[in-house]
């Protein structure tokens, strides 16, 4: 039986060798004109995600989110790491601080402008949560968690995945806004504001990994 599997996989590998895959007779610059139309923004990959392919993208947050979920669950029961290991030099701390204001201005730069240029919600939030990496690891670690908590950051990115889901149902239903003029910040209908949801979930999940890590891990 292992040979026949290997037998089957070979032939498999030959086939996708020889065989060559169908492909439309379509120029790709007439799918991207049509992606663009369609959604009402410049760019055509935030047009694929939060419209073409939007059931996808909901389950994608709704994955994420119970990924961050588990690993709350999952570190819950182990004991707090009494040690917390973070930079004390100053260069350290300076670049460290530079490069999170840096990473923090490009994450609002993305969520904002995601829908009109190379960008969009998750790597927004790649780039938030980027920033509040640099700042955790020069900063202590109940100072962290006084922010955390005083902001309500659980809150609002719960707030943000629910608010996400039900803007996403409504578009999947066929209600739309208006797309307004193409090229311009306020325009795209319901992309930017998706791209800005999505932004401000990862950003917030990736604070709350962060912080439980610090915890039971003592360090990143």
Partial sequence: MKWLYIAAGIALFIKFLIVPNPIAEVPDLLIVEAVVQDSGVPNAVSGIIFRNRLYDTIFEVIVFTIAIMGTQFLLANERPFCSIYRFTDQPSIILAQLGATIAAIIGV????????????????????????????????????????????????????????????????????????????????????????????????????????????????
């Fill in 109 to 220: 730069e993305l969520a904002i402008r995601g829908h009109l240029s190379p960008g969009g919600g998750f790597a927004a939030g790649v780039a938030g949560g980027t920033a509040i990496g640099l700042i955790a690891i020069t900063s202590s670690s109940e100072w962290m968690e006084s922010i955390y908590q005083r902001w309500h950051a659980a809150s609002w990115e719960k707030v943000s995945v629910l608010v996400f889901i039900v803007l996403a149902v409504i578009t999947l239903v066929g209600i739309e806004l208006p797309h307004g003029e193409l090229g311009e910040l306020i325009s795209g209908g319901i992309v930017p504001i998706l791209n800005m949801l999505v932004a401000i979930k990862v950003a917030l999940s990736s604070w709350t990994v962060i912080l439980v890590f610090i915890r039971y891990r003592g360090l990143l």
